[in-house]
């Protein structure tokens, strides 16, 4: 095996195309909650801002995902038959625990399961799938929660690669962001599926990481700057993290949120 297929599967293991929803969300029967190894390896606060919100909703859970990845990684830099087995063990995980409904802040994970295992494992699968930012849109929306950001918040969105330009959901967060009483969304100039990229996904942070901060600073220097927004916020852990070190060297002060982090903020009205 080659050194960089030793790195990939480094990355897998050790950290029909996505639909968006407009049906109601059903939470009958056993939910899981894919964590990712992005959130579980370098994003811990972005499951426990997502903990709180579905236990803010009484949303009952099983964790997975801790310990193994989606295999995305090994999609990306071409490995799909390298990808199989990691796809079968975790849906033989799902499947195990009886799991009807898979619930995952990660974009790639959402995609990884429901575009790419049922290709590669040519079967459909008896799973429902949904990004967390789908499926919490749902719940509020029906719920007609109460939420407010104190004090008044100006925020811009980054459309995540993986969610926007791929599954094609850019409204969800979008509704959920506009749902926040003094939570003023500005949006960037170049949105939806004309967004740039933040430099963070691809494995281009895995293999070439300053090359992955530059193309973050120049979107905040260039695109987010001018709006005069006191935070960014994103819809993936990825974008988070690249965002974060991007700000840190463009020393802007811009702060950065993933939307369940703000979504937290706002049930606890604060």
Avoid: W
Avoid at 250 to 259: D, F
């Amino acid at each position: 095996m080659s050194s960089y297929l030793e790195l990939i599967h480094l990355l897998s293991f050790g950290f029909k195309f996505c639909k968006i929803l407009n049906g109601a969300v059903s939470v009958r029967g056993k939910i899981g909650f894919f964590v990712g190894c992005t959130v579980a390896k370098m994003a811990k606060e972005l499951y426990d801002s997502v903990n709180e919100v579905l236990d803010s909703l009484n949303i009952k859970f099983e964790v997975f995902g801790e310990d193994i990845c989606c295999g995305m990684p090994l999609i990306l830099a071409g490995y799909e038959e390298e990808a199989k087995p990691i796809a079968k063990e975790v849906i033989n995980r799902f499947a195990e625990k009886k799991i009807s409904l898979i619930v995952t802040s990660c974009p790639a994970c959402y995609r990884m399961f429901s575009e790419y295992y049922p290709k590669i494992l040519n079967e459909n699968l008896p799973f429902e799938f949904y990004h967390f930012t789908q499926f919490v849109y749902k719940i509020a929306k029906e719920r007609k929660l109460n939420l407010k950001i104190t004090p008044t918040m100006r925020v811009t969105y980054h459309d995540p690669c993986e969610l926007g330009r791929y599954c094609q959901i850019y409204e969800e967060p979008r509704a959920l962001l506009n749902m926040i009483q003094s939570l003023n969304l500005i949006e960037l100039k170049l949105n939806r599926e004309n967004s740039t990229c933040c430099g963070g996904g691809g494995l281009l942070k895995a293999t070439f990481p300053q090359v992955a901060v530059e193309i973050a600073k120049e979107k905040i220097e260039n695109e987010i700057v001018p709006l005069n927004v006191d935070a960014i916020v994103t819809a993936c852990p990825a974008c988070y993290l690249n965002f974060k070190d991007g700000v840190r060297e463009t020393k802007t002060g811009i702060k950065i949120y993933n939307i369940e982090q703000i979504l937290a903020l706002a049930l606890r009205g604060r």
